[in-house]
């Protein structure tokens, strides 16, 4: 884009090579200086011009940014981040699972510890066998995947995961889903 420039930071703010997955930031023209409040204005860039997203992603030697997702769906276990469309894309793969119908959602196990759980829509959710082999397929799947275990995995009929009207999933209401 036409005076918008980007890149690709760690945690600290350095800039990461390529493939290196870290927060996207943007800086030019057509980025919002900051956000006018009832309490007054709120500035939305650093001292650099540099604007956070809140996106993941990284940059690859063309220069051209890919999103992985948002900051705030990240599920840290064992040290290690794992991103909800990395395990839904692994739970889309198994057989009576509605295509684009999985949702991730991170869960809080506790003394600082997140696990996560996963929903999927099916046409046979009221049929008990099916659904075991649903839920045992989607559990094995994100474990090939991502090499960790959802702590649940349900299985709901179509329609049930809340999606934005332009059809992205929203994470943070398919939590009650879940638990």
């Given at each position: 884009m036409t005076g918008l420039e980007a890149r690709v930071v760690d945690e600290d703010g350095t800039v990461l090579p390529a493939r290196g997955v870290g927060v996207i930031q943007l800086?030019?023209?057509?980025?919002?200086p900051g956000y006018l409040t009832?309490?007054?204005f709120i500035p939305a860039?650093?001292?650099?011009?540099?604007?956070?997203?809140?996106?993941?992603?990284?940059?690859?030697e063309n220069g051209h940014i890919v999103v992985c997702g948002r900051v705030k769906d990240v599920i840290i276990m064992a040290g290690?981040?794992?991103?909800?469309?990395?395990?839904?894309?692994?739970?889309?793969?198994?057989?009576?699972v509605r295509p684009g119908c999985a949702v991730a959602v991170r869960l809080?196990?506790?003394?600082s510890r997140e696990t996560f759980a996963v929903a999927v829509e099916s046409n046979a959710h009221q049929d008990p066998a099916e659904v075991r082999r649903i839920e045992h397929d989607v559990a094995h799947e994100v474990v090939?995947?991502?090499?960790?275990?959802p702590?649940?995995?349900?299985?709901l009929g179509p329609g049930s995961i809340p999606k934005t009207p332009s059809g992205k999933l929203r994470r943070a209401n398919s939590v009650a889903l879940v638990t």
């Open positions: 800086r030019g023209e057509p980025v919002t009832m309490a007054g860039q650093d001292e650099h011009g540099w604007y956070d997203t809140g996106d993941l992603g990284y940059q690859l290690r981040n794992i991103y909800p469309t990395d395990i839904e894309r692994a739970a889309c793969r198994v057989a009576g809080d196990a506790g003394h090939k995947e991502v090499d960790m275990r702590r649940n995995v349900v299985v």
